[in-house]
């Protein structure tokens, strides 16, 4: 089966530009995440989706960072405008299984968008 | 607060050699336990999964062990190869549908 896809795979922008990534997830995977890894650190959740909805974005900073998931399937995570603490690799997840902690629920992640900003 | 710090932070380990990677967890309620393998410039791949109930998991040279009342966990790699160069991340699930990912170790294999 197609993996998850995400496009760019990197992206180089200058501060207070703006940017937006692409994630197409694994065929029929209701949930989708994004994350944010910053070098040398683990993922950090940035907002989960559950087909077009929102579970959980508590950790998205919205006053730059903006995402969405028109008609449930691919998804969009935007950042406008950009600092230099935005410098990470943005990494999307999909899974099968709607609760996150459930023994079942493997998530399968893209190959990432590394973005630089100057 | 839910964390998860593993150890070492980075490794150096001569090919065919085995090592063991060490991850402690405050996470509560514990759901599950998973290793994740990270390639350089790839999205981490699931190698493992332990629930409260298992004691260890293998997955080829790949053995997971999990002490649910110590609340710690190890990956032991057994005769490395090149190709386990890589970071291994510690996801610990629960908390109420969290997911709390470790920062990794990072290991590096060497002829």
């Known amino acids: 089966e197609a993996g998850v896809a995400q496009s760019p795979r990197y992206k180089i922008i200058e501060k207070r530009q703006s940017v937006a990534f692409w994630c197409n997830p694994i065929?029929?995977?209701?949930?989708l995440y994004w994350y944010q890894q910053i070098l040398g650190q683990g993922p950090k959740l940035l907002i989960q989706?559950?087909?077009?909805?929102?579970?959980?974005d508590s950790q998205l900073p919205k006053d730059r960072f903006s995402a969405e998931r028109l008609k449930g399937v691919d998804s969009t995570l935007k950042i406008q405008p950009a600092k230099l603490e935005d410098s990470a690799v943005y990494l999307c997840?999909?899974?099968?299984?709607?609760?996150?902690?459930?023994?079942?629920?493997?998530?399968?992640f893209g190959p990432g968008t590394r973005l630089t900003v100057l | 607060k839910n964390q998860v710090e593993q150890s070492p932070q980075s490794l150096i380990i001569l090919e065919g050699k085995n090592c063991t990677l060490q991850?402690?967890?405050?996470?509560?309620?514990?759901?599950?336990l998973r290793w994740y393998k990270q390639d350089t410039g790839r999205g981490p791949v699931s190698l493992t999964i332990?629930?409260?109930?298992?004691n260890t998991k293998s997955n080829g040279r790949y053995t997971a062990t999990l002490d649910a009342d110590t609340k710690q966990s190890s990956l032991h790699i057994t005769a490395s190869q090149l190709s386990d160069s890589a970071s291994y991340i510690c996801?610990?699930?629960?908390?109420?549908?969290?997911?709390?990912f470790g920062i990794g170790t990072k290991l590096q294999v060497i002829p």
């Open positions: 997840a999909s899974s099968l299984i709607d609760f996150p902690d459930s023994y079942y629920n493997e998530q399968f």
């Open positions: 065929s029929g995977h209701a949930t």
């Open positions: 989706f559950q087909n077009n909805g929102v579970v959980d």
């Open positions: 991850c402690n967890y405050t996470v509560s309620p514990f759901s599950n």
């Open positions: 332990m629930t409260f109930s298992e």
């Open positions: 996801v610990v699930s629960g908390g109420y549908q969290k997911v709390t």
